[in-house]
Each structure stands twice: as structure tokens, then as C-alpha cells.
């Protein structure tokens, strides 16, 4: 047994009969085709890149899916919402069409172990916790690929794809009935996402030819489901679905390829390997997307359900919504790792509640609810048309979401600096058009970020219509009482109503005791999570998180 550190510095100097790629080939290549105009981080160069596509307007794309054997989880959620947001911008924003393919591996030692220990067939359960993860991407609004493929129903074209990598000289078998990739067949064109130079020693197995050396093809054990093969029973490794599958679909070349941090090596690396050792060229996959990994505050570990540290999407769900846990992600770079946190949720929250609390003050405005100092119209039009290229420079440059989102927000500061209200009008002109414009981009733009303001469910909790209905004549009542109750002495509750100016004279005495009621409906009605606000002589209302924040402190 040879130590593996010694035989990766070694690599460049062995010399075989064997077929050996070009080392040309270790060097990313640019490459030819549609300059998107955006630029990206690539794994392979370690840095940003110009997007080039093979094809202009669409960009082939293939994504690591889940290995079902259990539910999915909050760092699942993380990798699989911030892809989701990457592709609405390319989509939405840049015009390109993203053909996206997803694997689901339904068959793994994992899987197999589950169903030994659950007495049920690895075959259902995978179906079971595939079925769960797509409905937890759907409740998400995670956007589902062209196409989801499953390993099991693609071993034929897994068992011809392992026997071409074979036949060009790349793979060898043994008389187990395994079948592995040779990794010095291919010198130092192995290791393009990682420096091996720092890798550790590790012990090899009898039957590799190198340490290196990684499975394409494992005979089948005792109680194991398997396929019949040249070499045997069996069933295919773990790396060579992903390389089989994408090249089924996309063929000899790639435009992006996305992950977890965690699977660069041994994955993907192991992935490029196979496809290029099949396509006999050298380069398969031209920009290698990878997202941070998701961690509980305090811990240093990612959250894995390996590791037993997890919060399932469903549980995550029960108390927070969807569009909090998507502006949990754009507040972050997507190859950045991420905590998870009362703090970090607090944060997304409270951004998510002061986009909502301009739109309803802006519709306040608009809708004559509102009454304001002089607006300065001319700025807070030259304010979104900085913002809007402000983001659309933020995410041309890596997709930066947390920039992007920082330039919103500003939008948002300014056209709160606008609103401030006023107790009676000085018959100024109102500017209600730059605010309708701006609440029309604000909408828009995280629509395109997959945030969707307009979702009743989402900015009023579990409130259905019926229930909005009932708020709003609750509202509309009180409001009548009200100003019955701020009536004076010698003026009809009509005259009142229609005027615009305060009283000017304290309330009926009798009547203190209704005004009084009203305000204590409104402070009641708080911690139900119905916020009221008085605007002289009517009265609006939304709906805000202080429910949930309460049950939460409660819990």
C-alpha cells in the first residue's frame, strides 16, 4: 500500500502504456460562443469569469440532486433556493432560457442501509423521500428542472458509458467485479477543482492501482439490489450517474454546472474525470457554480443529516415563511457559508417587513389615505433609476444578491424620507405617479428573485380572504366610531368626515369612553398580528409578523 500524498506529487512522472490525456487539458479554456455581458466565479479558475454561453439566449445546466433516504433539509433548502435565485436572474432579467436537469440518486448505500433497517424496499423508500422533496421544493417556490432523471432507470446507458470509458483506456476491472477509474491515465489533469498537493495521506484499497482510484461499477453484496453488467452483479458508483445522465442530455459539453461546496471533491472532480475520459476532450463542464454551506450558529459543522444537526424544511415551515427563508439567502453571497440564527432570521424579517410596510404606506399615499409634506418628485425618480441599474450592475457581477438588495433598500429609505406625514394639507400638489412606479419595480425585481409581495398568504400569514374581509369591516367600523367619537359639539359626524381638517376642539365628553375603546382595539389588535394606523380622519391596516415573533419568544 503506497501512501496517496506521495503518489499525487508523484502523478506527473509515471509513465504508461495507457492512453494519457493532452496536459493542455489541465488549464481552463475559455470558452467560444454568446458573451452573456455578466460575469460569474468559476471553480475551476478559482475566480470571475466572463459567462460565455455555447449557445446565445440558453445555457445547459445540471444540478446535483438529493440522495434520497430521509427528509430534506434547511442546508438542502439553502443550496437549492440560492440556484433557484441564480436562474430567475439569468431568466428573468438577462433573457436567457436555462435548461436545467437534475438527478435524483435513488439508489446508494445509504438508501440500501435505510431500507435494511425501515424492512422496506430501497426501491419505495426512495420514491417516498422523493416525492417529499419535490413537494418541499414546491412549497419553497423553488422551480422545478426541465427534468428530474432517476439513476435506476438509466443503468443501461451507465453500464455503456463505464465500458467506452474502458475501452479509451481510462478504467480497469477487476476480478471482484469492481470497475475503477484509473486516475493516473489521465497525469495531472486530475485535481482541477482542488490542489491535491495539500491532500492527506489515505490508505488504498488492494484491488486500486492508485489510492486515487474511485469506483465506477460495485459488485453486488449479500441482500444488495443489483443490474447485471459485463463484470458481474452490481450497481454503479455514485459519480458516474452524474457524469452518464448530463452527457445523455447535454452531451460532450456543458455550460454550468451547480452544487454544495461539499461536493467538489470528491464529486465533481471525479465527474470531470469520467467525462472527459468518455468524450475524449479537455474540457466537459465550463463553469462549476458552488454554494456555501449552511451552518447552525455556533457550530463550525454544516448542517448534514449525517451529522444529526438538522432542521427539516417541513419543521423550518411550521413558523416561518417562504419568502423569509428566500430573503435569508439574499442577504448573503451564494458561495458564502451562511448561520442560521434567531439573529440572521430576525434580520431577513425585518427587511421583509419594511418592504412591506413602504408598499402600504405608498398605496396610502396613492390612494389619497395619506396625507404628506411636498414631495420631492424629481429626486425619487433619479433614485430608482439608480437603483435599477445599481442592481442590475449587482447581479451582472457574480449575482451579488446582498448588493443588490442593499440598493433596494435604499430606494426604500428615500421614498420613506418622502412619506413623512402631516396633520393637515397646505393644498400642495401630490406626486402620487414616482411612488406607483416605484412600488411597480420594487414588486418586480424580487418577483424576479422568486420574493413574491403580492402573495396573499404570504404577507398576511394564514389569513384567507374570508378572514381580510372581516378585518376590513372591523377596520371600517372603527373607523365610524371613531369619528363619531372625535366629533365636537355643534358639528355633524357628516361634516367631520368629509373634511380633511383636525378638530379643533376636544371631543363630546360623553364620547370619550368609544374613543377610548378604539384605541384599545388597536393595541389589542397587535399582538394578533393586525397593525391599525389612524391617518386623521380614516384609518388603514396590514398585516405584520408580530404573531409569530410572539409564539416564537413564547416557544
Same mark, same amino acid.
Given at each position: 500500500?503506497?501512501?496517496?500524498?506521495?503518489?499525487?506529487?508523484?502523478?506527473?512522472?509515471?509513465? &504508461?502504456?495507457?492512453?494519457?490525456?493532452?496536459?493542455?487539458?489541465?488549464?481552463?479554456?475559455? *470558452?467560444?460562443? /454568446?458573451?452573456?455581458?455578466?460575469?460569474?466565479?468559476?471553480?475551476?479558475?478559482?475566480?470571475?469569469?466572463?459567462?460565455?454561453?455555447?449557445?446565445?439566449?440558453?445555457?445547459?445546466?445540471? &444540478?446535483?440532486?438529493?440522495?434520497? /433516504?430521509?427528509?430534506?433539509?434547511?442546508?438542502?433548502?439553502? +443550496?437549492?433556493?440560492?440556484?433557484?435565485?441564480?436562474?430567475?436572474?439569468?431568466?428573468?432579467?438577462?433573457?436567457?432560457?436555462?435548461?436545467?436537469?437534475?438527478?435524483?440518486?435513488?439508489?446508494?448505500?445509504?438508501?440500501?442501509?435505510?431500507?435494511?433497517?425501515?424492512?422496506?424496499?430501497?426501491?419505495?423508500?426512495?420514491?417516498?423521500?422523493?416525492?417529499?422533496?419535490?413537494?418541499?421544493?414546491?412549497?419553497?417556490?423553488?422551480?422545478?428542472?426541465?427534468?428530474?432523471?432517476?439513476?435506476?432507470?438509466?443503468?443501461?446507458?451507465?453500464?455503456?458509458?463505464?465500458?467506452?470509458?474502458?475501452?479509451?483506456?481510462?478504467?480497469?476491472?477487476?476480478?471482484?467485479?469492481?470497475?475503477?477509474?484509473?486516475?493516473?491515465? !489521465?497525469?495531472?489533469?486530475?485535481?482541477?477543482?482542488?490542489?491535491?498537493?495539500?491532500?492527506?495521506?489515505?490508505?488504498?484499497?488492494? #484491488?486500486?492501482?492508485?489510492?486515487?482510484?474511485?469506483?465506477?461499477?460495485?459488485? +453486488?453484496?449479500?441482500?444488495?439490489?443489483?443490474?447485471?453488467?459485463?463484470?458481474?452483479?452490481?450497481?454503479?458508483?455514485?459519480?458516474? #450517474?452524474? +457524469?452518464?445522465?448530463?452527457?445523455?442530455?447535454?452531451?460532450?459539453?456543458?455550460?454550468?454546472?451547480?452544487?454544495?461546496?461539499?461536493?467538489?471533491? *470528491?464529486?465533481?472532480?471525479?465527474?470531470?474525470? =469520467?467525462?472527459?475520459?468518455?468524450?475524449?476532450?479537455? =474540457?466537459?463542464?465550463?463553469?462549476?457554480?458552488?454554494?456555501?454551506?449552511?451552518?447552525?450558529?455556533?457550530?463550525?459543522?454544516?448542517?448534514?443529516?449525517?451529522?444529526?444537526?438538522?432542521?427539516?424544511?417541513?419543521? /423550518?415551515?411550521?413558523?416561518?415563511?417562504?419568502?423569509?427563508?428566500?430573503?435569508?439567502?439574499?442577504?448573503?453571497?451564494?458561495?458564502?457559508?451562511?448561520?442560521? +440564527?434567531?439573529?440572521?432570521?430576525?434580520?431577513?424579517?425585518?427587511?421583509?417587513?419594511?418592504?412591506?410596510?413602504?408598499?402600504?404606506?405608498?398605496?396610502?399615499?396613492?390612494?389619497?389615505?395619506?396625507?404628506?409634506?411636498?414631495?420631492?418628485?424629481?429626486?425619487?425618480?433619479?433614485?430608482? &433609476?439608480?437603483?435599477? @441599474?445599481?442592481? =442590475?450592475?449587482?447581479?451582472?457581477? $457574480?449575482?451579488?444578491?446582498?448588493?443588490?438588495?442593499?440598493? !433596494?433598500?435604499?430606494?426604500?429609505?428615500?421614498?420613506?424620507?418622502?412619506?413623512?406625514?402631516?396633520?393637515?394639507?397646505?393644498?400642495? &400638489?401630490?406626486?402620487?405617479?414616482?411612488?406607483?412606479?416605484?412600488?411597480?419595480?420594487?414588486?418586480?425585481?424580487?418577483?424576479?428573485?422568486?420574493?413574491?409581495?403580492?402573495?396573499?398568504? #404570504?404577507?398576511?400569514?394564514?389569513?384567507?380572504?374570508?378572514?381580510?374581509?372581516?378585518? #376590513?369591516?372591523?377596520?371600517?367600523?372603527?373607523?365610524?366610531?371613531?369619528?363619531? @367619537?372625535?366629533?365636537?359639539?355643534?358639528?355633524?359626524?357628516?361634516?367631520?368626515?368629509?373634511? !380633511?381638517?383636525?378638530?379643533?376642539?376636544?371631543?363630546?365628553?360623553?364620547?370619550?369612553?368609544?374613543?377610548?375603546?378604539?384605541?384599545?382595539?388597536?393595541?389589542?389588535?397587535?399582538?394578533?398580528?393586525?397593525?391599525?394606523? $389612524?391617518?386623521?380622519?380614516?384609518?388603514?391596516?396590514? !398585516?405584520? =409578523?408580530?404573531?409569530?415573533?410572539?409564539?416564537?419568544?413564547?416557544?
Amino acid at each position: 500500500m503506497r501512501p496517496f500524498l506521495t503518489l499525487v506529487r508523484n502523478t506527473a512522472s509515471v509513465v &504508461s502504456t495507457r492512453a494519457v490525456c493532452s496536459e493542455s487539458g489541465s488549464k481552463w479554456i475559455k *470558452p467560444a460562443g /454568446y458573451d452573456t455581458g455578466l460575469k460569474t466565479y468559476n471553480s475551476l479558475t478559482k475566480q470571475k469569469e466572463p459567462l460565455v454561453l455555447a449557445k446565445e439566449g440558453v445555457a445547459t445546466w445540471y &444540478s446535483c440532486g438529493p440522495t434520497v /433516504y430521509d427528509h430534506a433539509h434547511l442546508g438542502h433548502a439553502c +443550496s437549492y433556493v440560492r440556484f433557484d435565485i441564480l436562474q430567475r436572474i439569468l431568466t428573468r432579467l438577462f433573457g436567457i432560457n436555462v435548461t436545467h436537469v437534475m438527478v435524483i440518486t435513488d439508489i446508494d448505500d445509504k438508501i440500501i442501509q435505510r431500507g435494511l433497517e425501515e424492512n422496506i424496499s430501497p426501491f419505495v423508500l426512495a420514491r417516498m423521500y422523493e416525492e417529499e422533496f419535490k413537494r418541499d421544493m414546491m412549497a419553497l417556490k423553488v422551480l422545478p428542472p426541465a427534468v428530474y432523471m432517476r439513476v435506476t432507470e438509466n443503468i443501461p446507458q451507465i453500464v455503456a458509458f463505464i465500458e467506452r470509458i474502458i475501452s479509451n483506456g481510462h478504467a480497469y476491472a477487476t476480478g471482484q467485479g469492481d470497475v475503477y477509474f484509473d486516475t493516473r491515465s !489521465i497525469g495531472s489533469r486530475y485535481g482541477k477543482l482542488v490542489n491535491f498537493g495539500d491532500a492527506a495521506e489515505a490508505p488504498g484499497v488492494k #484491488e486500486k492501482k492508485d489510492p486515487r482510484d474511485f469506483a465506477l461499477w460495485k459488485a +453486488s453484496k449479500p441482500q444488495e439490489p443489483y443490474w447485471m453488467s459485463p463484470w458481474g452483479r452490481g450497481r454503479p458508483g455514485w459519480h458516474i #450517474e452524474c +457524469s452518464t445522465i448530463a452527457s445523455s442530455v447535454f452531451g460532450s459539453q456543458l455550460d454550468i454546472h451547480s452544487g454544495g461546496i461539499d461536493l467538489a471533491f *470528491p464529486h465533481h472532480e471525479n465527474e470531470i474525470a =469520467q467525462c472527459e475520459a468518455y468524450h475524449k476532450c479537455d =474540457q466537459w463542464g465550463n463553469y462549476f457554480l458552488h454554494s456555501g454551506h449552511l451552518h447552525l450558529k455556533g457550530s463550525s459543522e454544516k448542517m448534514s443529516k449525517s451529522l444529526k444537526n438538522y432542521i427539516t424544511i417541513k419543521d /423550518y415551515l411550521q413558523s416561518h415563511s417562504v419568502n423569509e427563508f428566500r430573503l435569508f439567502c439574499l442577504l448573503t453571497k451564494y458561495r458564502s457559508a451562511i448561520d442560521y +440564527s434567531n439573529a440572521s432570521m430576525n434580520e431577513a424579517r425585518s427587511t421583509l417587513s419594511a418592504i412591506s410596510a413602504f408598499t402600504h404606506n405608498a398605496q396610502a399615499y396613492m390612494q389619497g389615505q395619506l396625507l404628506c409634506q411636498t414631495i420631492q418628485e424629481s429626486f425619487l425618480w433619479e433614485r430608482l &433609476s439608480a437603483a435599477q @441599474a445599481s442592481v =442590475q450592475s449587482a447581479l451582472a457581477d $457574480d449575482f451579488d444578491t446582498p448588493k443588490a438588495m442593499d440598493a !433596494i433598500m435604499s430606494l426604500i429609505y428615500h421614498g420613506n424620507c418622502q412619506l413623512q406625514p402631516v396633520t393637515k394639507s397646505n393644498g400642495t &400638489s401630490r406626486s402620487p405617479a414616482v411612488f406607483g412606479a416605484m412600488l411597480t419595480y420594487i414588486r418586480d425585481i424580487m418577483d424576479v428573485l422568486g420574493v413574491d409581495l403580492l402573495d396573499r398568504k #404570504e404577507s398576511h400569514g394564514d389569513l384567507s380572504g374570508v378572514l381580510h374581509n372581516v378585518v #376590513e369591516q372591523l377596520v371600517r367600523f372603527r373607523s365610524e366610531v371613531r369619528n363619531f @367619537a372625535l366629533s365636537v359639539e355643534g358639528q355633524a359626524t357628516q361634516d367631520l368626515q368629509n373634511s !380633511i381638517q383636525p378638530p379643533r376642539k376636544k371631543p363630546h365628553p360623553d364620547r370619550v369612553p368609544l374613543l377610548k375603546a378604539c384605541d384599545a382595539l388597536r393595541k389589542d389588535l397587535v399582538p394578533l398580528g393586525v397593525q391599525i394606523k $389612524d391617518r386623521g380622519t380614516t384609518s388603514t391596516w396590514e !398585516i405584520t =409578523q408580530q404573531q409569530k415573533e410572539i409564539k416564537e419568544k413564547e416557544s
